[in-house]
């Protein structure tokens, strides 16, 4: 099976998630970043809220109307702050679209932090047309 890397591009940078990358491997999307603490870098937070709209604009201002990523199965919870996490949410992306991903993460109270940086993924269209096979000549 072949792997198509997509190319992203990480528009704002907040204290919330350190680093949010995106990769696209044939038909599997996944998202990683590094788990924040529950107090600043320390501790385990207690929970995240990851959500993603085709439209930049209202994942910045308009949270509530984006599409909650705990509606797609494997949403993580939190892990130990500096830890690897990930979150694979299939083919459920539609090709030919740009979307744009950010998380926030809370404590126990809950405290919740600032929005992340913005992870923009473009889903490209990578299906070909099937192969013609009648082609034939006629005198």
Known sequence: MKHLIVSFILLVSLFC???????????????LWTAPGDDGDKGIASQYDMRYS????????????????????????????????????GDSLMTGTTYYFAIKT??????????????????PDIITPAVIFDLRWIQ
Do not use: R
Request: some cysteine; overall charge negative; charged content about 10%.
């Open 54 to 89: 085709t439209d930049s604009l209202t994942l910045i201002n308009n949270w509530n109307a984006c599409t909650p990523c705990v509606l797609i199965p494997n949403m993580p919870v939190p892990d130990s702050a500096g830890a690897p996490q990930s979150f694979f949410f």
């Open 106 to 123: 809370a404590d126990e109270v809950p405290n919740w932090s600032g929005i992340s940086n913005i992870l923009v993924i473009y889903v």
């Open 17 to 31: 998630v350190k680093k949010v990358v995106a990769q696209k491997v044939w038909y599997e999307n996944t998202i």
